[in-house]
């Protein structure tokens, strides 16, 4: 297999450990030419890219939570096809985006009406997939049929809160960058130096099934601005932005 030099303009990617521990990285590509789910293959710390996939139902695609060597999921974050469309949707802030499952030949909907449908995730059992929906501010929880990859709504988490990425630790909690000032962060988008505060929460699920969110850090927009995405790794914590030209490395104290 040759390697294949390709720009990437990603909005999103999900790693897949298949049960032999092959791996392979999927990543949400916004190319000239249309939105594609790219596929590569991690082989010899090398990435080999084996197929992009694209549909007419993904025009608005910003993550991807892969579930299989060619099957995955990918939240829509606007229900309309249209630029007129999409400023409408989020002037009246609709909830008319959606979540698509590709089954390795095509695409369905499977789970609708959210406000904004953004960073999407899976427990370790793969049998629940969180949604985040931005100006909603919810995470849905759906329960996964594993055989047919459909989603039924099991609860809405109120998060009070622009949630965005969802990352998963070893323990099934959910941490997520979020965007507590979302007027704000859109005029950082169109003018960095418009500071939008940073925030991550925590999102525990307790014995009796019910979830406690807890803010693990807060900033006004300073040192990290806008901040979209928050990785955890024993005591370590990565949070990334959106438009920042950097990281933060943080340490989690109990």
Request: a neutral charge; hydrophobic letters at 35%.
């Amino acid at each position: 297999r040759r390697q294949r030099q390709m720009c990437i303009r990603d909005s999103g990617i999900s790693l897949w450990t298949a049960e032999n521990e092959d791996q392979s990285l999927f990543v949400v590509n916004h190319r000239r030419d249309g939105h594609f789910v790219e596929i590569f293959d991690y082989q010899d710390g090398k990435l080999f890219h084996r197929q992009s996939v694209s549909g007419a139902l993904m025009h608005s695609p910003n993550d991807v939570l892969a579930v299989g060597d060619n099957t995955f999921y990918v939240t829509n974050d606007h229900g309309s096809a249209t630029k007129f469309g999409r400023m409408f949707e989020d002037y009246l802030q609709l909830a008319r985006s959606y979540v698509l499952f590709y089954d390795g030949k095509k695409f369905r909907k499977v789970a609708e009406g959210l406000a904004y449908a953004n960073g999407i995730n899976m427990s370790p059992d793969g049998q629940t997939v969180y949604v985040a929906a931005t100006i909603g501010q919810k995470i849905y929880v759906y329960d996964r049929d594993r055989t047919t990859g459909d989603l039924s709504r099991r609860t809405v988490i109120e998060a009070g809160t622009g949630v965005d990425n969802i990352e998963i630790d070893r323990q099934g909690d959910l941490w997520i960058g979020a965007h507590p000032k979302l007027l704000t962060f859109v005029k950082h988008s169109k003018n960095p130096g418009v500071l939008s505060p940073s925030q991550v929460i925590k999102v525990e699920k307790k014995a009796s099934g019910q979830y406690q969110i807890r803010e693990i850090y807060m900033n006004n927009g300073n040192p990290l601005s806008g901040a979209s995405v928050a990785a955890v790794f024993e005591n370590f914590l990565l949070i990334g932005a959106v438009f920042d030209e950097r990281f933060l490395l943080c340490t989690v104290v109990n």
